[in-house]
């Protein structure tokens, strides 16, 4: 569906409406992550909002942690842990609560840094490319592109001339082609 550009702005600020940075920074595991599919979270920024910029596909681990859909299935992997009902990267901590309350400061910084248009600080904030610019995205006032795949923005930044970047340095992307 082309939705227009009116109709792109109003769903953004509906996103607004629903997490506003306040919620964000108060806001529990079962408001970030659920499987009611329609008011989590990771559901609003990966769903809700794909008519934004898309970051659907792979796993639900770009999320640092989530609620697990089919708990019947274990993934055996070193860098992945569960609790059974909750899956979550092993880089954030051990226990449920510690890898949720350090997803979440790194999704507040995300949010804060978005609004106060310092795009070269979400660079270092360690959650995964396409999750923390689709926020960055949601959270700016129109100063990050709406493209999160870093191949693709590594295209764009080739094909614009854009200097010193990396996949690690996407905000310099990001600055140039705003």
Do not use: C
């Not at 408001?31 to 329609?38: F, G």
């Not at 920024?45 to 299935?73: A, H, P, W």
């Not at 309350?101 to 959650?127: G, P, R, T």
């Amino acid at each position: 569906m082309n939705l227009s550009n009116q109709k792109l702005y109003e769903l953004k600020n509906s996103f607004l409406e629903a997490w506003p940075l306040e919620r964000v920074e108060k806001m529990d595991i079962t408001e970030y992550t659920n499987l009611n599919r329609d008011d989590s979270f990771t559901y609003w920024v990966e769903t809700n909002t794909k008519d934004l910029g898309g970051i659907k596909g792979g796993s639900s681990y770009k999320f640092g942690i989530y609620k697990r859909d089919n708990v019947d299935k274990e993934d055996s992997r070193d860098a992945y842990l569960t609790d059974g009902e909750y899956a979550w990267v092993g880089k954030y901590g051990v226990e449920k609560e510690e890898v949720f309350n350090n997803v979440k400061k790194l999704v507040f910084e995300v949010v804060k840094a978005a609004k106060e248009n310092n795009l070269a600080k979400i660079d270092s904030i360690d959650l995964g490319n396409a999750y923390k610019w689709k926020i960055a995205f949601l959270y700016s006032d129109f100063n990050v592109v709406n493209v999160f795949k870093a191949d693709a923005l590594l295209f764009l930044a080739e094909e614009h001339a854009v200097q010193d970047y990396s996949r690690d340095r996407i905000s310099p992307i990001h600055e140039e082609l705003m």
